[in-house]
């Protein structure tokens, strides 16, 4: 690479980073009379526009980084969102543009060293091309393990939550009164989900819709068996204690076979330590008091 080419991939790298300083820079002011008291006054179109904006390095990067509406994908992804418990799209997108220019500045300033080592200069575009595209995907694999962390903590906490639903449909109490003890007892996830449908249910949402938002925005299959039986018991006047419990036991049996399954997966991996590294020490301690005892008898 010439000089003049390397002098202007490092101006361009300059003026990215100043343009982001000015961006944050924007971020530090303070917040006007409007974004003060905007959370107490009801929200709508015009607030939302006058508030919850980026700055201006942030609304080019997140016009580039919003997908068409057009597009089916929106929607997948705004359910994959809700199933991590985020909400916020335009953050998301933000972070994967983000993202995608860390591994394209890495991948450009390892394709840079290696044009200077005598490398070809294709190098330069792929790296830069292959960390923008590695960026991205790392951002996407860390919102499908936070989804999976998500739904097994959920999972984790459903037993005792059917349980105390029991128990409190047992006393007499009505499923929205269940339901709100039951917030009002425990904490997690979980239940700060329940209370939000509950939220809903008071601004007028019927209970069995509720229930049903509230398995789709968890996307936990356990979960969704769970809402099913109860609304279905709900709607055909079953006894609720006793369908709350069988879930319970029910969630507790699917919880131990992927227990067990997850000890025969482990298993399988403690193999490798075991053959590569204890069994050749072992065998190397029985045999080398014998080689050591034939080499005396040997000089001897």
Excluded: W
């Amino acid at each position: 690479m010439s000089a003049s080419a390397a002098g202007a991939f490092i101006g361009l790298l300059t003026a990215l980073g100043v343009c982001l300083v000015a961006s944050r820079a924007l971020t530090l002011r303070p917040p006007s009379m409007l974004e003060r008291i905007a959370p107490f006054i009801p929200a709508n179109a015009h607030v939302r526009a006058r508030v919850h904006h980026a700055p201006s390095v942030g609304r080019v990067l997140l016009a580039l980084a919003r997908p068409s509406t057009s597009r089916p994908s929106g929607t997948t992804l705004e359910l994959r969102l809700a199933h991590a418990g985020q909400s916020s799209m335009d953050r998301y997108r933000l972070d994967q543009v983000a993202a995608a220019g860390l591994g394209a500045c890495v991948g450009a300033l390892l394709g840079l060293a290696l044009v200077l080592r005598g490398a070809a200069a294709l190098c330069l575009p792929l790296l830069t091309v292959s960390g923008a595209i590695a960026g991205v995907m790392a951002v996407d694999r860390l919102l499908a393990r936070r989804i999976r962390a998500r739904q097994e903590r959920i999972a984790g906490e459903l037993p005792a939550v059917a349980e105390l639903l029991a128990l409190a449909a047992a006393a007499g109490e009505a499923p929205p009164a269940a339901v709100e003890r039951v917030c009002g007892t425990l904490g997690g996830e979980l239940v700060h989900e329940m209370a939000r449908s509950l939220n809903e249910v008071r601004g007028g949402l019927s209970f069995d819709l509720a229930m049903h938002q509230l398995a789709t925005r968890i996307g936990s299959p356990e979960l969704t068996r769970f809402i099913d039986a109860f609304v279905i018991a709900i709607e055909r006047g079953a006894p609720l204690a006793d369908v709350l419990r069988a879930q319970a036991s029910d969630v507790r049996a699917a919880q131990r076979r992927e227990l067990m399954e997850k000890a025969g997966r482990k298993e399988v991996a403690m193999l490798i330590p075991v053959v590569f590294l204890i069994l050749p020490t072992v065998v190397l301690i029985a045999v080398f008091p014998g080689v050591q005892g034939l080499q005396l008898v040997v000089s001897s």
